[in-house]
């Protein structure tokens, strides 16, 4: 039975050479532009302020984290956009398109975008799934040969992988979304010139690709469980 658990690992190798693919590509995306100053001058929190107001949305605010610069989020709880202290201050190309982005997220929680609902409904579910799914499997394998609670555990588990993958595949449009609206709207309140719109795609096409990746890497590991499912059938 255990031999199908490690031998269909196989499955995952190719998600994870696309995923450090895909992780080289944003590190030089946003290296390349975060060392280059924008066009108008203005830093992250300039423009990701700017956008705000532009959509009446002057109610949320921005607050500065300490820590990695790609770590940037908005929280619907506190209707806040958290921006990186790196990408709040400085005026680089990939400071603005970054807390842009951000700011889009904000845009389709006050506009009740509703991929972004159907995510917020899967987070809870998910995270229960992402810490019980492998411990469920590997009771239901152990139990399988000694009672027939094996199998429920197992198709359990197989369950709470399908609720992983779900979550990753609704966050891919909402992801994708934002960067459409940062980039539509950069260019309508003319945050950007041409050249700063040009990188700006490039650092947002390759950011999308890490949720490609998450993706891929949850289909994976949904593969490897029916993998084992039928290694034991």
């Known amino acids: 039975m255990f031999g199908g658990y490690y031998s269909s690992m196989i499955v995952l190798i190719p998600a994870m050479i696309f995923t450090m693919i895909v992780q080289a590509r944003i590190k030089r995306a946003f290296s390349t532009y975060t060392d280059i100053e924008n066009s108008k001058g203005i830093t992250g929190f300039e423009a990701a302020r700017t956008m705000l107001d532009a959509n009446g949305l002057q109610q949320v605010s921005i607050n500065v984290l300490n820590g990695d610069a790609l770590t940037n989020y908005y929280d619907p709880r506190s209707n806040t956009v958290n921006l990186s202290s790196e990408i709040y201050s400085q005026d680089s190309v990939a400071s603005v398109c970054i807390a842009c982005h951000e700011v889009g997220h ?29 411990p469920l499997i590997l009771l239901g394998i152990v139990l399988s040969s000694t ?20 979550f990753h595949l609704v966050t891919l449009p909402v992801e994708l979304n934002a960067s459409s609206r940062a980039l539509q709207q950069m260019k309508a309140l003319n ?21 490609v990746a998450a993706l891929a890497t949850a289909a994976a590991a949904l593969i490897r469980v029916l993998l084992i499912r039928g290694n034991r059938d």
Request: aromatic share 14%; glycine share 4%.
């Open 106 to 134: 904000a845009i389709q929680h006050a506009t009740s975008y509703a991929p972004v609902k159907m995510r917020n409904a899967l987070v809870p579910v998910t995270n229960f799934a992402q810490n019980t799914s492998w």
């Open 147 to 166: 009672t027939e609670y094996g199998n429920m555990f197992f198709n359990i588990g197989i369950f709470c992988f399908v609720a992983v993958v779900l």
């Open 191 to 211: 945050l950007v010139d041409d050249s700063d719109y040009a990188g700006s795609k490039r650092v947002l096409s390759a950011a999308a690709m890490t949720y």
